[in-house]
């Protein structure tokens, strides 16, 4: 156990590498996502300066919620739970809503992305899944055995090794430490409007983001893979009022997360960098092609961008 101790404080202490953009570059879950979703909006995005900032309702929400419960978090596992039960955490979220969307809404030159009525029935959501976190809390977290690693841990690797100057940068959200099973367990905070079904957990897109900090949290910090478990932590915004059954407004789903699913995600990651990549770092010149799919061209910011896509005007 101190020998494990010992590799907490080492965790929590990292400081990541100093990424210098004159002469490497940086990539991360989100660009994989895109590129596989559609190259042609990638190459728009990253690597061409037609970058289109979005923002939404659904955004903000998720950022004030995963704030506000890596807070509660935080101070339940440094302090007590006793402490985590006094912070005012509706006020707390409420403050980091109105702050995220005004920061939102300034990026966006100062043009409303939500209303009122819409920002109202999100917050309501909001406090309606805290409100079952605090009751249900010893359902999903527990002291008893259990430490913090940390939050917001950083990544910084060169995941491709023939492409040294490309190096994958993010960040994970909650690490715990179990000491009954000597497992170290990646939380990835997912907001839902009715949780996952069928479709999201076979999304392998999806799993690929936490079975790549899988990967890179082992290497980084040389942790073996064995020792590491994952869990996506879906809060719910919505639930079916009218079930027969009780509705929880948390919903946790592990992933098959074996040697072959996360060597899987490492080559849709190698594969991306060597499609996109020299072998010096610098962007490959190719013309990517935009996927024609009805769902990636509604929500896409070219779609009315007749002049940088081909597939922009959906017929």
Known sequence: ???????????????????????????????????????????????????????????????????????????????????????????????????????????????????????????????????????????????????????????VIAPNKTHNNVLFNGFIDLVMYHEGTNKFVIYDIKTSTRGWGDKEKKDQIKQFQILLYKSFFSEQFGVPEENIDVEFFIVKRKIWEESEFPQKRIQQFVPANG??????????????INEVFNLDGSYKSTDFQAVPAKHNCTYCSYKNKKELCDKAILK
């Open 1 to 155: 156990m101190a020998k494990t101790l010992s590799i907490i404080k080492q965790i929590q202490e990292y400081k990541p590498i100093t990424v210098d953009l004159a002469f490497q570059k940086t990539i991360s879950f989100s660009q994989l996502s895109m590129y596989l979703s559609c190259p042609k909006k990638w190459s728009l995005q990253y690597r061409d300066g037609y970058k289109i900032p979005s923002f939404s309702i659904n955004m903000t929400f998720g950022t004030s919620m995963h704030e506000t419960l890596q807070n509660y978090l935080h101070v339940m596992y440094t302090k007590s739970g006793v402490k985590a039960d006094e912070i005012n955490i509706e006020e707390y979220f409420e403050d980091k809503f109105r702050e995220n969307y005004t920061k939102g809404y300034k990026d966006n030159k100062s043009i409303h992305f939500s209303n009122s009525e819409e920002m109202r029935e999100f917050y309501n959501d909001g406090l309606a899944i805290l409100d079952f976190i605090k009751k249900k809390r010893g359902e999903y977290f527990t002291i008893k055995g259990w430490h913090l690693v940390g939050i917001e841990i950083p990544i």
């Open 259 to 272: 040697k072959t699913k996360v060597k899987k995600a490492k080559i849709a990651l190698d594969t991306f």
